[in-house]
């Protein structure tokens, strides 16, 4: 049986150092790694291409299940696939068996409680947007498109919007978004 591990990080910023090096105690050699979300499952290419590699009697390991995914659909999805292909998933920091019936049912309670995690955190960031906007702290994101050159090149140099669009690369909407119209 050949150990195949998976290691993600959610952004850019952060360390796969402590994942990898988990991983390697566990006795993996071959270690894939990612830093993207874990809330979807699409735009996650070395999960998809770890997935379609591993055959009957590998072996995947994680650190934690949430590594894997931290929605629950997801969790249950990319397992489901491992059963199919009869892949086994082991997690070095919990007592994850996918072979037997408690292992599967604490691998969905982990599951519920990522998904659960990872929604108190939005509602948390909602909360703190609502009231930094209350006291006129937060006014969202700075605009990326000066509409003053927009209406010049539409009035002085009789650009159409999608010249304008393409000259300043950006989306037709957006131009017809500053200039009053609705997009046809």
């Excluded at 409680?113 to 509602?123: A, I, P, Q």
């Excluded at 498109?145 to 539409?154: C, E, G, Q, S, Y």
């Amino acid at each position: 049986m050949a150990l195949y591990s998976y290691a993600r990080v959610s952004t850019l910023e952060q360390d796969l150092r402590i994942q990898r090096a988990a991983l390697k105690a566990a006795g993996c050699c071959v270690i894939r790694a990612e830093k993207a979300s874990g809330t979807r499952r699409d735009g996650r290419t070395v999960l998809q291409v770890l997935l379609d590699f591993l055959r009957p009697g590998d072996a995947r390991v994680v650190t934690r299940i949430d590594r894997l995914a931290r929605s629950l659909r997801d969790l249950q999805n990319i397992v489901h696939e491992q059963k199919d292909k009869r892949v086994a998933l082991r997690a070095t920091e919990q007592p994850i068996d996918t072979g037997t019936a408690a292992g599967k049912a604490f691998l969905d309670i982990l599951g519920v409680f990522g998904e659960f995690e990872t929604n108190l955190r939005k509602e948390r960031q909602a909360e703190g947007i609502a009231a930094a906007k209350a006291r006129g702290m937060y006014k969202g994101r700075k605009p990326q498109i000066d509409p003053a050159v927009i209406h010049k090149l539409r009035h002085k140099e009789k650009l159409g919007p999608a010249a304008i669009a393409r000259r300043l690369r950006i989306g037709r909407a957006s131009v017809y978004r500053v200039l009053g119209k609705k997009v046809a």
